[in-house]
């Protein structure tokens, strides 16, 4: 799947982990970050994207996809596949030239580098002469043209990058033909475009940036435009070519034999100062007119930052309006153009030529993940059947505004076996919305997405629709795509998801100290959502909240669609960002922290159980919040400053007692264990000592050990953990009875670092089980007659202790041992790949230096660590979600998650065949049409060698008619004619190009 120099991080384990557990990463989901390049190939049906960090990724149908990466860190500006073949050129932007190719190896295509070039001109030339500006990949697939920033034209044959210098087209070459009226100071500098005749692959326009343009054959034709060029068109009847220009303007040039005149000149959008025109492009149609496309030509002072692509077709004008940058776009034809599908910096949209109104195609795959920047995210394994569909059904009446037409690129062959499970990704976003996403296989689909704006008074109008222009509006703006980066309301991003798969409860956290929680629904419902406000301060005085404020609750009935549906709504106070979520949907209780303390709400009877105020007097930090601009600068440069004299008092007045004491001891640790740093206790005065890290729910023994009781517990950021046992009412009166909390246990950590996670293990010492996860027989019930443990896991360390004491029985250290700490904890099933029977629960645990780690249970022993993530990518370690079944997602950039997986039985990868097209269908109608049959059957030898009768039999059909063609005799020659052999059987003036099509035919049959 990756190209070389970037292979997949796989590493295999000794242990008992060495045929369930190694390190791979798989797959990259979303939008690529910072596109630069849009290639496509008619033939193949594979679009190409090329980036700025010099990744090239390569997309077909869903689930076959592609990625390299250049070994220079520079930009693609550039991306040409090679006409009828699986080699594609890229270019950078240190002028340099790769070529790649799509090679079969053991029944799975893969993406490789196979050469690279770069132009060198004569000795004491300016770079200027050499500087690619402008490629051409001829259709005969033997030869790139390649116009530079000096105006010289030079010829390369591919695959093998050998310059042809008799063949290149040399400035002086040009200006020796152009009339002198044409020739002015400049006119010759810099290649803009190059174009192929469709008709006759022997003529190239060349195009250069001052305006004039050559026809390069036998017969050099001159057009003389006199305004800066943009782009050049050539007409598939060979007739005309198009030109855009820089003052918004384009022209049709009749080629003919003789005069080329002037034939049609046109400002789309009117006689003011306009943009220029980068591209454009017609297509004919079997009956009326063709179809014009071109981006930009918009009014300078008007809409001068407008994107847009206008369409033009008939009587129909539309211009596209998107919300981010144009990189490039190309059409899809079936005969008439179908589709046209366009690049744009944040997204990829394709639009329905053949469907009245011009739809959007929704993509199967390149979903613009950050439409809104994604803030949490939240993955659920194991999705019941009866939720699946539920959760389409709601989202397909989201989509109805979608075309019906499938997906048009459809190369390659995706030969990955079906999910065998059902996974769903939730990303919360800046601007209040959770999207689901099928996570199942290697494309991450949008399924359904949810807003919960509804349920709040935001400044948005309702009545705002941004998808239609103006009637009678000029020009004819329409707004196309998804990407919307800009939050109403910033309080109204999600910090926190927990979604029950066997209830379809679903709870929802944000920034502004909101949890809401939500019942699937399959029917639209109008009701009210009223808050119940929660108090955690307790009444404690002297502290301000300097923060942002609660958001407003829309107090009239809101209209929900089908789909999940709020009901209840806790509002924290101060409403500070909620930072610790979790839902028990067999116990209706939903718990959550902030940095002021945490709670417990029953969301059956809508009323508060719990309120713990765990915030620290001296912590003034608490009282601000993330969007407060007014920050204590000066306290923090008052502590920094006295905790740096503390030190140095200690220092100089023990020094040398300390330093004996370290010594002896650390001589004597030598001889037992690794040598370890001394971690420092943290002060009880450190910021944010209160806030909630993570809660949890567990049925364990807390009282005594012979009954078991429900039971929450919180650990905060100074080292405390709260333990509270509940007492649930019968489930006849649970409508009635309230909910009960009392403090049973706390725990205060000796170095005070923050506690990340609390996991209990029953008697066999394996995780308790998710809540009705055995009612609805998916997992086997715990053991309750053993003891259970408690394992806490802190920034520095994992320690076990015993229940109901509370005793420590065990500890690993992680701090001490490499000066990593911990950001990310996870517990995962790993099954074996050999037994289908057997498997262990494991600890995976992400760190600061982004190191996967997986730990054993119950015994707590590092089994294996991995580098995963960047140390310095601290975005992408802050965006890490573990699966239960091994694997991880984190945030590789604002757009894209790469997908890894530490389990040898689940790996999500994609694993795809692209073969050499045989003949060029109707739907594969490439430009420009090579002349004759001679790039109609050009391949390369890469090919796959698994082929079924039928194809072999098409291959000798086709050999047939080639040898009508060449009017040669059949010499009986062996399955396998020989070169010579068939050289010998060619009469003067056949064409060659139909020998070599032959000889490569028989040598695949």
């Known amino acids: 799947f990756f190209s070389q120099p970037r292979q ?79 080699e594609l050129v890229t270019l950078l932007d240190d002028n340099s030239l790769h070529m790649w190719t799509l090679r079969a190896h053991k029944g799975l295509s893969e993406l490789l580098e196979i050469g690279r070039f770069t132009l060198t001109g004569p000795p004491g030339a300016p770079p200027s002469v050499t500087r690619v500006t402008a490629v051409l990949a001829h259709s005969s697939g033997e030869l790139l043209l390649l116009g530079t920033e000096g105006g010289h034209v030079f010829v390369v044959e591919v695959p093998g990058f050998r310059e042809l210098e008799e063949r290149n087209i040399s400035l002086d070459q040009v200006a020796s033909s152009v009339p002198d009226d044409y020739i002015g100071r400049r006119n010759l500098e810099h290649v803009e475009a190059l174009q192929e005749n469709p008709v006759n692959p022997n003529q190239v326009v060349i195009g250069y940036g001052r305006g004039l343009m050559v026809i390069w054959d036998l017969e050099r034709h001159v057009l003389n435009l006199g305004i800066c060029l943009c782009s050049v068109w050539w007409t598939e009847d060979g007739g005309y070519i198009l030109s855009s220009h820089s003052d918004g303007s384009y022209c049709q040039w009749m080629v003919s034999g003789e005069d080329e005149d002037e034939e049609k000149s046109d400002i789309p959008y009117g006689h003011f100062p306009c943009k220029a025109i980068s591209k454009i492009v017609q297509l004919p149609t079997e009956e009326g007119p063709p179809f014009l496309l071109f981006s930009g030509g918009m009014p300078r002072a008007s809409y001068g930052d407008r994107h847009c692509i206008t369409v033009i077709h008939s009587k129909t004008h539309v211009a596209l309006d998107f919300t981010s940058r144009i990189i490039d776009f190309f059409t899809i034809r079936d005969g008439d153009p179908s589709a046209l599908v366009v690049l744009v910096e944040e997204e990829l949209v394709v639009i329905d ?200 609750v829309r107090e009239e009935p809101v209209l929900f669609p089908p789909g999940f549906q709020p009901f209840a709504l806790v509002q924290c106070q101060p409403p500070a960002v909620v930072t610790a979520l979790t839902l028990h949907s067999e116990w209706k209780l939903v718990a959550f922290g902030t940095s002021h303390g945490f709670g417990l709400y029953d969301y059956q009877q809508k009323n508060n159980v719990l309120i713990k105020c765990t915030l620290n007097p001296t912590d003034q930090l608490a009282m601000e919040g993330p969007l407060s601009r007014v920050k204590s600068i000066k306290k923090s440069l008052r502590q920094s400053f006295r905790r740096i004299r503390r030190s140095r008092v200690s220092l100089r007045k023990h020094h040398l007692q300390e330093a004996n004491a370290r010594l002896e001891a650390e001589l004597a640790e030598m001889e037992l264990a690794p040598v370890q740093r001394k971690i420092e206790a943290r002060s009880s005065d450190d910021s944010f000592t209160g806030l909630v890290r993570t809660i949890y729910f567990a049925d364990t023994f807390l009282s005594d050990s012979s009954h078991s009781t429900p039971s929450l517990w919180a650990g905060t950021n100074g080292g405390c953990v709260f333990a509270y046992m509940l007492r649930l009412p019968p489930v006849e009166h649970r409508a009635e009875e309230p909910v009960t909390a009392q403090p049973a246990k706390e725990i205060q950590l000796m170095h005070r670092a923050p506690v990340v996670g609390i996991v209990v293990l029953d008697g066999h010492g394996a995780p308790l089980p998710e809540p009705l996860e055995v009612a609805h027989d998916l997992a086997r019930s715990p053991d309750m007659q053993g003891s259970h443990h408690l394992l806490v896991i802190s920034e520095e360390q994992f320690k076990v202790f015993t229940l109901p004491k509370v005793s420590a029985k065990m500890k690993l250290k992680l701090t001490a041992v490499d000066g990593s700490r911990v950001r990310r904890v996870g517990v995962a099933w790993f099954g074996s790949n050999r037994s289908e029977d057997y498997g262990e629960s494991g600890l995976v645990v992400l760190t600061n230096q982004g190191d996967v780690h997986v730990v054993s249970l119950p015994t707590v022993k590092m089994q294996v660590h991995y580098p995963c993530v960047r140390r310095e990518d601290v975005s992408g370690i802050a965006s890490c979600v573990f699966t239960k079944h091994g694997q991880g997602f984190y945030l590789i950039s604002p757009s894209e998650f790469e997908r890894f997986s530490l389990s040898t039985r689940c790996v999500v990868e994609p694993r795809c065949l692209v073969e050499v097209p045989l003949h060029p269908g109707s739907s594969n109608k490439h430009r420009p049409q090579p002349d004759g049959a001679s790039s109609a059957h050009r391949y390369v030898p890469s090919v796959s060698p698994y082929f079924t009768v039928e194809k072999k039999l098409t291959i000798a059909f086709s050999n047939l008619e080639l040898f009508y063609k060449m009017g040669t005799t059949i010499f009986e020659t062996g399955p396998v004619l020989s070169e010579n052999a068939v050289t010998s059987s060619c009469r003067p003036g056949c064409n060659v190009t139909l020998f070599e099509t032959f000889l490569f035919n028989q040598k695949r049959l």
Request: aromatic share 8%; hydrophobic share 35%; with cysteine.
């Open 8 to 86: 997949r991080k796989g590493h295999r384990v000794g242990l008992r982990q060495q045929d369930s557990c190694f390190l791979l990463s798989t797959v990259e989901h979303g939008f690529p970050h910072q596109p630069s390049a849009l290639g496509y190939s008619p033939s193949l049906q594979l679009l190409a994207i090329g980036t700025r960090s010099g990744a090239i990724k390569l997309y077909g149908a869903p689930g076959v996809e592609f990625m390299g990466l250049h070994d220079e860190n520079a930009a693609v500006t550039q991306v040409h596949f090679l006409p009828c073949q699986v």
């Open 353 to 552: 030529l053949q469907t009245e109104g011009w739809p959007v195609i929704q993509t199967p795959y390149l979903v613009p993940l950050h439409s809104s920047a994604i803030t949490c995210s939240h993955h659920v394994s194991a999705i019941p059947l009866k939720l699946w569909e539920r959760v389409i059904a709601a989202g397909e009446l989201q989509n109805t505004h979608y075309s019906k037409k499938p997906w048009p690129i459809t190369g390659g062959q995706n030969l990955a076996p079906d999910p065998p499970q059902r996974d769903l990704l939730l990303t919360g976003h800046e601007d209040g919305t959770v999207r689901f996403w099928d996570a199942s296989g290697v494309c991450l689909y949008p399924m359904y997405k949810l807003s919960t704006a509804g349920v709040f008074h935001t400044d948005a109008d309702p009545n705002d629709n941004m998808n239609q222009g103006t009637e009678g509006e000029w020009p004819p703006f329409r707004k196309v795509g998804c990407f919307d980066p800009y939050s109403d309301d910033p309080r109204l991003g999600v910090q926190k998801i927990h979604l029950c798969k066997y209830s379809g409860y679903l709870t929802i956290a944000g920034t502004a100290g909101q949890i809401l929680v939500l019942e699937l629904n399959d029917e639209a419902a109008e009701q009210t959502v009223e808050a119940k406000v929660v108090d955690l301060l307790q009444g404690q005085e002297g502290f301000r909240w300097k923060g942002h404020t609660r958001l407003d």
